[in-house]
């Protein structure tokens, strides 16, 4: 018979016990483990007077995880251990899927709704009128083709083994199971090869075959990737030029025809938005998180642009992000995104208001006037406010969709009632003169506050009932998340709680 959970967790405290520096008072140990053996593990000794955390790590949680979750029938555990120096221990173990947050004193974020994705401003709706773009051209795509295949051959010494043509059949199956017609210049292209077996002959990037999006969409980047912990705040911004594709990360009409398997992607663009161009070439994938790229307005011009030649440059520069510490510092009316670190307070942000911005982070500075946010079209704000400063010039802002606020004085919440597409709030940096209006959100799906707050939340009756994610921000055990993951109405029954000495 195997070892029980008790067992391991007497044995670990046995460990930290014989490892613990002097004057150690509490070790916590946090981790995650899964049932095929993957772990994250961390945890800390406190010692009075010890200004550094003394890290910690041991194998044996990683076993003591695996043993909960063998037991109880979980893919993946959540643990906490905390060890004295008298040799008692306590532990505290949960399933994994609704909880996020490994170090000692860590936030944590609880997912109550874990199929819950905000909307993104692209939409799914009908594509737009689009026609080819006058590059787009079928004959001078494969003459383009065989150039950088001869390109290829040059530096490699040998010519490259192409998959044999597509039929028009092939084409056309392929079509029908997309539901959207290819560009000329691409089928073309896919006419001479299906492909070229991962040699990465356009320029560096491997050609897929045209069957791989169509023939394995679990494989296809076409679902929105979205996590609370790093995403809460997500804001997808415009490509170069504005309103030439969607404001989305993944979209069926965005068709991967090359990679370099690395999770990105180049892509045709069959729903551009509505200044696009039928088969425009987009890049796409895990670098793109925050909204695609346009490359080229065609398959054409893009194998152009592999070949350098002339007047075959990006149609316009990369959407524009700052981060910098004074607003002085390359403002211009296609800055979509300002972090602001370490600026004398407080900061003036009438700079802004000769920008299209959509995002603004105020890092280690705050200031005493937002009504220069007012008529942008922000939609994530993380910033400080001195002393006195409110909320009110952010009244009936249309889209503010992600606000997470800091000061030290309380701040009047009435305002957030008015702003109609706010769906995320952290006010854990920050005292709330009256927490009431948190109820009275319906677009409300996050929430990131202190256990102080949350507490009062909570006695006051408070609670918000339609949050999708929370998070217990500031020094909270495993134990308090779970509290607060019941009093948001999840069961937590299957929790893990036992006591006990070396």
């Given at each position: 018979?195997?070892?029980t959970a008790?067992?391991?967790?007497?044995?670990t405290?046995?460990q930290?016990a014989?490892?613990?520096?002097e004057?150690?008072?509490?070790?916590?140990?946090?981790?995650y483990?899964g049932a095929t053996?993957?772990?994250?593990l961390?945890?800390?000794?406190?010692?009075?007077?010890h200004?550094?955390?003394l890290?910690?790590?041991?194998?044996?949680?990683?076993?003591?995880?695996?043993?909960?979750?063998?037991s109880?029938?979980?893919?993946a555990?959540?643990?906490e251990?905390?060890?004295?120096?008298?040799?008692?221990?306590?532990?505290?173990?949960?399933?994994?899927?609704?909880?996020?947050?490994?170090?000692?004193?860590?936030?944590?974020?609880?997912?109550?709704?874990?199929d819950?994705?905000?909307?993104?401003?692209?939409?799914?709706?009908?594509?737009?009128?689009?026609?080819?773009?006058?590059s787009?051209?079928?004959?001078?795509?494969?003459?383009r083709?065989h150039a950088?295949?001869?390109q290829d051959?040059?530096e490699r010494?040998?010519?490259?083994e192409?998959?044999?043509?597509?039929?028009?059949e092939?084409?056309a199956?392929?079509?029908?199971?997309?539901?959207r017609?290819?560009?000329?210049?691409?089928?073309?292209?896919?006419?001479?090869?299906?492909?070229?077996?991962g040699?990465?002959v356009?320029g560096?990037?491997?050609?897929?075959?045209?069957g791989?999006?169509?023939?394995?969409?679990?494989?296809?980047?076409d679902?929105?990737w979205?996590?609370?912990r790093?995403?809460?705040?997500?804001?997808?911004?415009?490509?170069r030029p504005?309103?030439?594709?969607?404001?989305r990360?993944?979209?069926?009409?965005?068709?991967p025809?090359a990679?370099?398997?690395?999770?990105?992607?180049i892509?045709?663009?069959?729903a551009?938005?509505?200044d696009?161009?039928?088969?425009?070439v987009?890049?796409?994938g895990t670098t793109?998180?925050?909204?695609?790229?346009?490359l080229?307005?065609s398959?054409t011009?893009?194998?152009?642009?592999?070949?350098e030649?002339?007047g075959?440059?990006?149609?316009?520069?990369e959407?524009?992000?700052?981060?910098?510490?004074?607003?002085?510092?390359?403002l211009?009316?296609?800055?979509q995104?300002?972090h602001?670190?370490?600026?004398?307070?407080?900061?003036?942000?009438?700079?802004?208001?000769?920008?299209?911005?959509?995002?603004?982070?105020?890092?280690?500075?705050?200031t005493?006037?937002?009504?220069?946010l007012?008529?942008?079209?922000?939609?994530?704000?993380?910033?400080?406010l001195t002393?006195g400063a409110?909320?009110?010039?952010?009244?009936?802002?249309?889209?503010?969709?992600?606000?997470?606020?800091?000061?030290?004085?309380?701040?009047d919440?009435?305002p957030?009632r008015?702003?109609p597409?706010l769906?995320?709030?952290d006010?854990?940096?920050?005292?709330?003169a009256?927490?009431?209006?948190?109820a009275?959100?319906p677009?409300?799906r996050?929430?990131?506050l202190?256990?102080p707050q949350w507490d009062?939340?909570?006695?006051?009756?408070?609670l918000?009932?339609?949050?999708?994610a929370?998070?217990?921000?500031?020094?909270?055990?495993?134990?308090?998340?779970?509290?607060?993951?019941?009093a948001?109405?999840?069961?937590?029954?299957?929790?893990?709680r036992?006591s006990?000495?070396?």
């Amino acid at each position: 018979m195997g070892l029980t959970a008790e067992q391991v967790a007497r044995e670990t405290a046995a460990q930290v016990a014989a490892r613990a520096p002097e004057g150690w008072t509490r070790c916590v140990l946090t981790g995650y483990a899964g049932a095929t053996g993957g772990h994250a593990l961390s945890g800390e000794y406190t010692v009075p007077g010890h200004p550094d955390r003394l890290l910690v790590h041991l194998p044996d949680l990683a076993r003591l995880g695996a043993v909960l979750g063998a037991s109880h029938g979980w893919p993946a555990t959540v643990l906490e251990l905390t060890c004295r120096p008298s040799g008692a221990f306590d532990l505290v173990a949960f399933p994994e899927g609704p909880l996020h947050g490994l170090d000692p004193g860590s936030n944590w974020t609880l997912v109550l709704e874990p199929d819950h994705r905000p909307a993104e401003p692209g939409g799914t709706g009908a594509d737009h009128p689009a026609v080819p773009h006058p590059s787009a051209d079928p004959a001078l795509a494969v003459e383009r083709l065989h150039a950088l295949l001869r390109q290829d051959a040059e530096e490699r010494g040998e010519a490259a083994e192409l998959r044999p043509p597509v039929t028009e059949e092939r084409l056309a199956a392929v079509e029908r199971r997309l539901g959207r017609a290819l560009p000329a210049d691409l089928r073309a292209l896919y006419r001479e090869a299906d492909g070229d077996g991962g040699r990465e002959v356009l320029g560096g990037y491997a050609w897929l075959p045209i069957g791989w999006r169509a023939d394995a969409p679990d494989s296809a980047p076409d679902r929105e990737w979205f996590d609370w912990r790093h995403q809460w705040d997500k804001v997808v911004f415009d490509a170069r030029p504005a309103h030439t594709v969607r404001r989305r990360t993944a979209h069926p009409g965005w068709i991967p025809i090359a990679t370099t398997y690395d999770g990105d992607y180049i892509a045709v663009d069959l729903a551009p938005a509505a200044d696009g161009h039928h088969g425009q070439v987009i890049e796409i994938g895990t670098t793109f998180e925050d909204g695609p790229g346009l490359l080229a307005p065609s398959v054409t011009a893009w194998l152009g642009r592999l070949l350098e030649l002339p007047g075959a440059e990006p149609p316009d520069e990369e959407r524009q992000q700052l981060v910098v510490s004074t607003l002085d510092d390359g403002l211009t009316p296609r800055t979509q995104a300002v972090h602001l670190n370490d600026a004398p307070s407080p900061v003036d942000l009438a700079p802004l208001a000769t920008t299209r911005l959509r995002r603004l982070h105020l890092n280690r500075c705050a200031t005493a006037d937002l009504s220069p946010l007012a008529a942008l079209p922000l939609e994530d704000l993380q910033v400080g406010l001195t002393a006195g400063a409110d909320l009110a010039p952010l009244t009936g802002h249309p889209r503010l969709a992600s606000l997470a606020v800091r000061a030290d004085h309380p701040v009047d919440l009435a305002p957030l009632r008015t702003l109609p597409a706010l769906r995320a709030l952290d006010l854990s940096g920050c005292p709330a003169a009256d927490p009431a209006p948190l109820a009275e959100l319906p677009g409300l799906r996050y929430l990131a506050l202190t256990s102080p707050q949350w507490d009062a939340l909570a006695a006051a009756g408070r609670l918000p009932t339609n949050l999708a994610a929370a998070r217990l921000a500031g020094d909270a055990s495993l134990s308090g998340a779970l509290d607060l993951l019941a009093a948001l109405g999840t069961d937590t029954s299957a929790a893990v709680r036992l006591s006990g000495s070396q």
